[in-house]
């Protein structure tokens, strides 16, 4: 089964589907992105790129939302704070290393810094 996600104007990712290996295959049985694309763009209409799970393609796993740059053909995602920064993965990160100390942290945009967590006790269920 092979992946792909709708793009909206501005490369906004507005669903991802399931394709049949069928519907992407060449005559050899091959997976062919522009089958795959050509398939989702007969039923549906708009503009298609394929994604994967295990980030073969794309470096992230498409999701709505997700954003398509097609300069660093990627799928990013949506960035959770404006000091954050791009890395090479397409993932964004804090300007600030998150403490490696076993301590739960939330970011806290304001003072530029990862911020303990109170001790929230166990769960009873």
Same mark, same amino acid.
């Given at each position: 089964?092979?992946?792909?996600? #709708? =793009?909206?104007? /501005? !490369? ?8 049949? !290996? ?7 049985? /091959?997976?062919? #992105? ?18 994967? &799970? ?6 992230? &796993? ?5 954003? &398509? ?17 791009? /890395? ?16 739960? &942290? ?16 166990? =769960?009873?269920?």
């Amino acid at each position: 089964m092979a992946h792909f996600a #709708e =793009l909206d104007a /501005n !490369n906004v990712v507005q669903r991802v589907i399931v394709v049949a !290996n069928k519907d992407t295959a060449d005559a050899n049985g /091959n997976e062919v #992105e522009s089958i795959g694309v050509a398939f989702c763009q007969k039923l549906f209409g708009g503009t298609w790129v394929q994604t994967s &799970y295990n980030g073969n393609k794309r470096k992230n &796993y498409a999701g709505v939302g997700y954003t &398509y740059d097609a300069d660093i053909d990627a799928f990013i995602p949506p960035k959770p704070y404006a000091s954050w920064v791009l /890395n090479d993965a397409a993932q964004w990160e804090a300007p600030v290393a998150m403490p490696d100390d076993g301590q739960m &942290y939330s970011w806290d945009e304001d003072s530029q810094s990862w911020v303990a967590m109170a001790d929230s006790g166990s =769960l009873t269920i």
